[in-house]
């Protein structure tokens, strides 16, 4: 038997994009251990996918590839793991200046309640352009969609959200 | 309503650029450095990025395997079979003790050992530890020639818990079992005492020894 060692691009790409994956994840769930899970399993499938990693390929490819797994991700759980506690908002000192907090706050707290019952699609665009703070050109390349697409899903969440507003205040 | 201002750099811009060794955009890096907020960011992922497990030295010899140690961590993701070994047959971990989880790669597919399933020659052996109250932790195989020193060891550090041991190891194709000695201990062993608590397969408040014994498939026993 004998050891053995990480490929230099898989040791490089692991070091480079686990911190950018980290804090996404911890956009969405806070500090947790279901966010360090999300993020392991992530990079799992990215071992096993075996795709280019750089220099063999751009990093915004890779880093794309990481949000759409990371992202499918942390929906399922979102939706399977649905809890009365909402999850820390404890990233807000860290949030690039293209995240207006107001909105970011208030988009996680109408996720919290309305999660399980979006359908899948208008989660990831909402937790890519909302949460993550992507611009809806970033998001439909990332979905494979059309930015028409993002904004009507987007549409669909404003009026979702202004339904659960309307609710609560009658 | 929206959470983003259009004409500043996105999250995932600024993630590539930090990806990318936070060079080859020019306009971005004039960006951040006006933007408080924007550096504080890039100053979250630097900082994650200590906090992130370190990847192996250079193997000894050239291995093209796939790299365990950087997805290492994955192994959590399969906890809800995961199989624990503290005492060399299956069991499952109970609080209070060290363990040991090993995890194989064969043949393209990553699972958790199942105490019994044989290797195959090349097969990848990664392992996960409990440290429990132990804060090193040595790892040792069976030396060639054996001598006055029948173990050697393969690693040596700090027991981090529930994190993956920073190497891999690969089954060989040579006749008999593959056989592994996880040692937990308070403090570095020197190597005389790591072979001295192997053979008496110590098992203290100072010192814990788990012996992995994993088959190999094809081969004569």
């Known amino acids: 038997m004998a050891p053995a060692a990480a490929s230099p691009a898989f040791s490089l790409a692991y070091q480079r994009f686990v911190p950018p994956i980290r804090a ?71 949030l690039p200046c293209s995240i207006k907090l107001d909105a970011w706050l208030n988009t996680k707290q109408i996720l919290h309640a309305l999660a399980v019952r979006m359908p899948a699609d208008e989660l990831h665009a909402v937790v890519l352009c909302r949460v993550d703070g992507l611009g809806q050109v970033e998001a439909a390349e990332l979905l494979d969609t059309s930015e028409r697409t993002v904004r009507r899903l987007l549409a669909a969440f404003d009026q979702r959200a202004e339904n659960l507003r309307r609710e609560s205040s009658s | 309503m929206s959470t983003t201002d ?23 890096a004039q960006h951040v450095a006006a933007c408080a907020r924007c550096r504080a960011y890039l100053g979250q992922l630097a900082a994650l990025a200590e906090e992130a497990a370190p990847l192996p030295p250079t193997a000894a010899r050239p291995q093209h395997r796939k790299p ?66 132990f804060s090193h932790v040595a ?13 050697k060891r393969v690693f040596e550090g700090s027991c981090k818990e529930h994190e993956p041991l920073p190497f891999t190891l690969v089954a060989d194709d040579r006749p008999g079992n593959e056989q592994v000695e996880v040692v937990f201990s308070r403090a570095a062993l020197a190597d005389a005492t790591l072979q001295r608590v192997i053979a008496g397969r110590e098992r203290s408040d100072t010192t814990w020894v788990i012996t992995l014994v994993l088959p190999k498939a094809g081969v004569a026993q």
């Not at chain 1, 799992?44 to 991700?73: F, G, K, S």
């Not at chain 1, 809890?83 to 860290?94: F, G, H, I, M, Q």
């Not at chain 2, 040991?100 to 105490?115: M, N, P, T």
């Open chain 2, 139 to 151: 790892v040792a195989i069976p030396a060639a020639g054996s001598g006055d020193r029948p173990w």
């Open chain 1, 24 to 94: 996404k994840c911890q956009r969405l769930l806070g500090h947790s251990g279901e966010a360090e899970e999300i993020v392991q399993e992530t990079f799992l499938r990215l071992w096993q996918a075996d795709i280019p990693l750089p220099p063999a390929a751009e990093p915004r490819a890779v880093m794309a590839w990481l949000y759409r797994t990371c992202t499918h991700l942390a929906i399922d759980h979102l939706r399977s793991h649905w809890r009365r506690t909402r999850a820390p908002d404890d990233v807000l000192e860290t």
């Open chain 2, 6 to 28: 259009p004409t500043e750099p996105t999250t995932f811009a600024l993630d590539v650029y930090f990806a990318a060794g936070a060079e080859g955009d020019a306009k971005l």
């Open chain 2, 68 to 133: 365990w140690v950087a997805a290492g961590a994955f192994v959590s993701a399969c906890a809800a079979v995961a199989l624990w070994l503290n005492t060399g047959d299956n069991y499952v971990g109970s609080k209070g003790l060290p363990a040991v989880q090993a995890l194989i790669r064969s043949a393209g597919q990553a699972s958790v050992w199942d105490g019994k399933t044989p290797l195959r020659s090349g097969d990848a052996i990664a392992l996960r530890t409990d440290c429990d109250r």
